[in-house]
């Protein structure tokens, strides 16, 4: 049965005009002014230049505003780095970013510079990296919803979270995952299957499911 699901999954594709621009630099251009403009408004102001609260240094970006610090997302795989430096998951035997997260972003990158994507498929990958870093910023950051108290506790939270988190970025980023060239799909399921649980299996079937019945808006 999860043979012909794949198979499915896998032939179930179209094609697009691939966009001129870099997506890199759309992606950052927006973190940049739209998406740091509402963690200022919550946080407090920059100043004249907005840019100025933001550092990079061994490979992530860090926002350094009035009444917050925070890791800042970006089109880079460090930023798993700064989350774990902030919580301290793998000294409490959660291991999400060690060994799932930055891993598997840094393969993503490393196929890309290997050529074995699409362009298409490039946009999705960084688009769906920004959509992750967001996503946990939300909820740690502006929803406070991942205190230091409990490391453990918090950690797990954020595990599931992003687990759960997957899906979405995968279905609406870019173009969405189902609608990438054939190449795309089998070169992202070999990228990710090496690191992945059963737990994180049950997402990926998730948006398999979703791929091949869509739900009805």
């Not at 697009?16 to 950052?28: M, R, V």
Request: aromatic residues 12%; contains cysteine; charged residues 25%.
């Amino acid at each position: 049965m999860l043979k012909l699901i794949l198979i499915l999954f896998f032939s179930t594709h179209t094609f697009a005009t691939i966009p001129g621009i870099e997506i890199k630099d759309i992606l950052e251009n927006n973190l940049k002014t739209d998406y740091l403009k509402s963690l200022e408004e919550k946080f407090g102001d920059c100043g004249s230049n907005p840019e100025s609260c933001l550092s990079f240094d061994r490979g992530y970006a860090r926002l350094n505003l009035p009444k917050k610090e925070m890791c800042f997302p970006y089109t880079m795989c460090g930023f798993y780095n700064c989350m774990e430096e902030k919580y301290k998951c793998e000294s409490v035997g959660v291991d999400y970013f060690t060994k799932l997260a930055r891993p598997t972003c840094n393969q993503y990158v490393k196929n890309i510079n290997e050529g074995q994507f699409t362009k298409l498929g490039v946009e999705w990958i960084y688009s769906v990296m920004v959509c992750l870093q967001k996503g946990l910023v939300d909820e740690c950051e502006v929803k406070r919803n991942c205190p230091t108290n409990n490391r453990k506790k918090t950690c797990e939270h954020i595990t599931e979270f992003t687990l759960s988190f997957h899906p979405g970025c995968y279905i609406n980023s870019g173009i969405g995952v189902c609608k990438l060239p054939m190449k795309d799909k089998l070169n992202i399921w070999k990228t990710v299957n090496p690191y992945m649980t059963k737990r994180e299996r049950e997402e990926a079937y998730k948006v398999i499911f979703q791929c091949i019945v869509p739900k009805r808006g």
